[in-house]
């Protein structure tokens, strides 16, 4: 993937949206999939989208792939979108907090 300007924006949006560290968001990921029957695998733990983001909170600019980018826009404009929700009742802080914290983003965190 070749660095232009508008994938430079994309890094420090995808940064600016994503506000929880790599070790943070797999914690998170490996919590919210823990059962008390089964657990699945920590590397296996979140939904697909969440997994993707870690990965690429692990990754370098230059190692991204067409794939990253699609996913880093979707999280982008997704992020937006329910950050940008106002006035909803409590129940639906909490669901709304756990998807954004699904894709990185802890509402709560300063």
Do not use: C, Y
């Amino acid at each position: 993937m070749a660095d232009s300007p508008e994938l430079d924006t994309l890094w420090d949006d995808f940064h600016r949206v994503v506000n929880m560290t790599s070790a943070e968001l797999a914690d998170w990921l490996r919590v919210r999939d823990s059962g008390q029957a089964t657990e699945p695998l920590p590397e296996q733990a979140g939904p697909p989208l969440g997994r993707h983001v870690l990965a690429i909170l692990q990754k370098r600019r230059t190692d991204l792939t067409d794939d990253d980018v699609r996913v880093m826009r979707e999280v982008v404009d997704t992020v937006d979108d329910l950050v940008d929700v106002e006035d909803e009742p409590e129940a639906e802080d909490t669901r709304r907090r756990h998807q954004l914290m699904s894709m990185g983003h802890d509402p709560l965190k300063p």
